[in-house]
């Protein structure tokens, strides 16, 4: 009887988890269908109003896609393709809803309609999202940007090529900066958050002000929410620690982080390039001129700085892979291995260095603020995280790898050998006597070799 009663509990239970697995993977598939049915009447609202022929054809060729996707994911099993496909073009369609917006839509009760959807599917992502986190049903995975975000941010910056030439690369610039903010947040860098506020308050309130484009206010903010919503949930939710939340970072080959140095620094000259076009601003040239000069002086030698601390960086790297590939039938962790070649004494200096590159940054940004230049607002929300991201990764390994000291030890013998060749043990006295001889000269000894406050110096 005991026998068939827990066969009968087992029988009762197990569709209790089911339920609950489908009901929020339902949520999901919900979420994705708004979004489609909220994209479908968006174009068609558009078609129907401009009457332009190029938006019918763009519209009849996502609904071919979607539906090769389709056959892809059910007939071929051939889940990631498809699954590529529908978020390459859901960015595009959104990216062309956000963009091609004009005020006769404004009342138009079909485009109320494609809003209100946007609205819902957006939410709907938020709550399958948190409750995901909430019932542990998500694996988190040491990584810096999922296959998703990167090809849905890759088709809203397709769909800015529809626009002119100096609009689509400040939007790019963007999208850029919103994937750099992505994984800004995903490596919980203390910067992350005021990074997410000025993004939004820029984004929002300046950017396509400057680029003179209405956008749809619905779309973005769909958009951006189906981006952000998780990872700044798992700036709470997320139990990486942060060696495993950087092992991206760490287990790059040399060749490939010192690459990754070319991007930033044109980017960072890009930024100093559009900061100076403030020259030109000649109504406040007193204030202009001697305040870019002083705060663009201190931003070259902080940034100067920053690229060799970075050089620096990936070169005790290479040799603590190379260390650690050498021991690799020992039980040491790469983590240990960087800890015992002084990598954390380094980063707590770096994160320091690092720290006054971001402040020369923002200081050069007030100093040099063009509120009407979309490409300026563009290139310092790139700056900002990547370089958040450099201050997370020293502030992270100085935190959590060990440190090493120097340690003197002096054994003093507590017996001596007789006449016959026995030995004796000393008189207390004599022991005592030796050791605070022994003591002191030790003390003074070791002083002169280690520093009175060494950071690296775990007691």
């Known amino acids: 009887m005991a026998r068939d009663e827990d066969e009968e509990e087992l029988t009762v239970d ?18 994705s269908f708004t979004l489609l049915v909220a994209v479908c009447v968006g174009m068609y609202v558009r078609w129907e109003v401009t009457e332009e022929a190029m938006i019918m054809v763009i519209f009849i060729l996502g609904l071919v896609v979607m539906g090769i996707a389709s056959i892809l994911h059910y007939y071929f099993a051939m889940e990631k393709a498809s699954l590529s496909l529908f978020h390459l073009w859901f960015g595009f369609l959104l990216g062309l809803l956000c963009f091609f917006n004009s005020t006769t839509l404004d009342s138009n009760v079909k485009e109320l309609v494609a809003n209100y959807l946007l609205l819902a599917s957006v939410t709907m992502k938020t709550i399958w ?18 296959s998703s975000e990167f090809l849905e941010l890759l088709g809203f910056g397709i769909a800015s090529t529809a626009m002119l030439l100096h609009k689509s690369v ?22 992350a958050l005021p990074n997410l506020v000025s993004f939004a308050l820029v984004t929002s309130l300046m950017f396509f002000k400057a680029l003179d484009i209405t956008a749809n206010p619905y ?18 939710f997320s139990g990486l620690g942060p060696s495993d939340r ?76 190379k260390a650690w590939r050498a021991q690799r039938s020992s039980s040491r962790s790469l983590d240990q291995v ?66 090493t000291c120097v340690g003197y030890a002096l054994v003093i013998p507590t017996a001596y050998c007789s006449a016959d ?18 003591h002191g000269d030790a003390e003074q000894r070791a002083a002169p070799l280690l520093p009175p406050h060494d950071p690296d110096v775990r007691l």
């Open 421 to 438: 060749g026995q030995p004796t043990l000393l008189p207390p006295e004599q022991v005592l006597a030796a050791q605070h001889a022994l």
């Open 338 to 403: 960087m800890a015992s070649r002084g990598i954390r004494h380094f980063c707590l200096i770096s994160e320091r260095l690092v720290f006054f590159s971001i402040l020369s940054t923002v200081t050069l940004g007030a100093v040099s603020w063009q509120s009407s230049n979309a490409l300026f607002l563009s290139a310092l929300l790139v700056v900002l995280p990547l370089e958040s991201l450099t201050h997370g990764l020293f502030h992270e390994l100085g935190s959590c790898l060990g440190g």
């Open 129 to 146: 999202a948190l409750t995901e986190r909430i019932c542990s049903s998500i694996r988190y995975k040491p990584i810096l940007l999922t």
């Open 170 to 191: 400040a939007i790019i610039g963007m999208v850029v900066a919103l994937g750099a903010l992505i994984v800004d947040l995903r490596m919980k860098s203390l910067l």
């Open 14 to 31: 197990a569709p209790k988890e089911v339920d609950m697995f489908t009901s929020v993977r339902c949520l999901g598939y919900l979420s």
């Open 219 to 236: 779309a973005l903010g769909c958009y951006l929410g189906r981006q952000l919503c998780e990872p700044v949930l798992d700036v709470y």
């Open 246 to 321: 950087w092992r991206p970072v760490l287990s790059l080959g040399r060749v490939w982080r010192t690459l990754s140095l070319l991007p930033l620094s044109v980017t960072e000259l890009a930024f100093l390039v559009l900061a100076a076009l403030k020259l030109g601003d000649l109504e406040l040239w007193y204030l202009v001129i001697p305040g870019f000069c002083l705060f663009g002086l201190f931003w070259f030698i902080c940034h100067i700085i920053l690229l060799m601390t970075l050089w620096g960086f990936h070169t005790k790297l290479s040799e603590c892979q």
